[in-house]
C-alpha cells in the first residue's frame, strides 16, 4: 500500500492566488481529514469526510477555504485566495476504524508570499 | 468538547535511558480512544501507540507503553532504552464518537548519545 499521498510537498505561491492541495487516501479507508499545522496554533482540523460527504467543516477558516471529495479516492483544499497568513503545513489523513487511527500523508508545505 | 494537555513544550534524554512526556485530556464521553503520535523533522506523523479507554491494561508497542489513568484523565507516553532515532515531536490526541481526533500542542523530545 503507497499510503496516504499528497501532492505537492512544497509549494509557493504570491498572495492573491489560488492554491490546490491534493491528496489520494488509502484504499479502503472510508474517512479523510484536512489538518493545518503552525507554530503558533498546532495541528487544526480543518474538514473531514466520511464516505465522501463532509461531515464537519467547522475548522474552515474562512470562505476562502473550499474542499470537496468527488470519489472515495481523491480530495482537493482549495485557497482562493491565498493569503500570507496561510502559510503552513497542510496535512491529508484517512482512517478505516476510528479505534485503529489515522495514517496522514506526508503534507504540503505551503508558502505564500 | 474535547481537549488535550502536553504540559512539556520540550523534554531531553540521554541514550539507552528511559523518558515519560505527559498528556492530560479531558472529554464528557465515557468511550474513547487515545493516541501517540510521532513526528520527525521529516514531517510525516507516525502512529507511535494507541489505548482504548474502555481497556484497563496499558498498550505496549516493544519500547513504548502508556500509564493510562482514567480517572485522573492522564495518558502517558514512556519511552524505554531511548535511541536517537526516537527524538522527534510527539502528539496526544483523543477521538470520541465520531472520527476525528483533537490533538495536543506537542512534546518536542531530544536524545543525547
Known amino acids: 500500500d503507497a499510503g496516504v499521498i499528497q501532492s505537492p510537498r512544497h509549494e509557493v505561491t504570491e498572495m492573491g492566488q489560488e492554491v490546490t492541495l491534493r491528496c489520494k487516501p488509502i484504499?479502503?479507508?472510508?474517512?479523510l481529514f484536512w489538518y493545518r499545522q503552525t507554530m503558533m496554533r498546532g495541528l487544526e482540523l480543518l474538514i473531514y469526510?466520511?464516505?465522501?460527504?463532509?461531515?464537519?467543516d467547522s475548522g474552515m477558516p474562512e470562505d476562502r477555504f473550499s474542499a470537496k471529495m468527488p470519489n472515495a479516492s481523491f480530495s482537493t483544499l482549495k485557497i482562493q485566495p491565498s493569503e500570507p497568513r496561510d502559510s503552513a503545513v497542510y496535512f491529508c489523513?484517512?482512517?478505516?476504524?476510528?479505534?485503529?487511527?489515522?495514517?496522514f500523508g506526508s503534507g504540503t508545505r505551503l508558502t505564500v508570499v | 468538547a474535547q481537549t488535550v494537555t502536553q504540559s512539556q513544550p520540550e523534554m531531553s534524554v540521554q541514550e539507552a535511558e528511559t523518558v515519560t512526556l505527559s498528556c492530560t485530556y479531558d472529554?464528557?464521553?465515557?468511550?474513547?480512544?487515545l493516541f501517540w503520535y510521532k513526528q520527525p523533522p521529516s514531517r510525516q506523523m507516525i502512529l507511535v501507540i494507541r489505548?482504548?479507554?474502555?481497556?484497563?491494561q496499558n498498550a505496549t508497542e516493544n519500547r513504548f507503553s502508556v500509564n493510562f489513568q482514567k480517572a485522573a484523565k492522564s495518558f502517558s507516553l514512556k519511552i524505554s532504552d531511548s535511541q536517537l532515532g526516537d527524538a522527534a515531536m510527539y502528539f496526544c490526541?483523543?477521538?470520541?464518537?465520531?472520527?476525528?481526533?483533537?490533538f495536543g500542542t506537542g512534546t518536542r523530545l531530544q536524545v543525547f548519545p
Open positions: 489505548q482504548e479507554a474502555y481497556k484497563q
Open positions: 472529554t464528557s464521553e465515557s468511550d474513547y480512544y
Open positions: 484504499s479502503g479507508h472510508n474517512s
Open positions: 490526541a483523543v477521538g470520541v464518537n465520531t472520527d476525528k481526533l483533537i
Open positions: 469526510f466520511n464516505n465522501n460527504v463532509p461531515i464537519d
Open positions: 489523513a484517512s482512517s478505516l476504524d476510528k479505534v485503529i487511527g489515522y495514517t
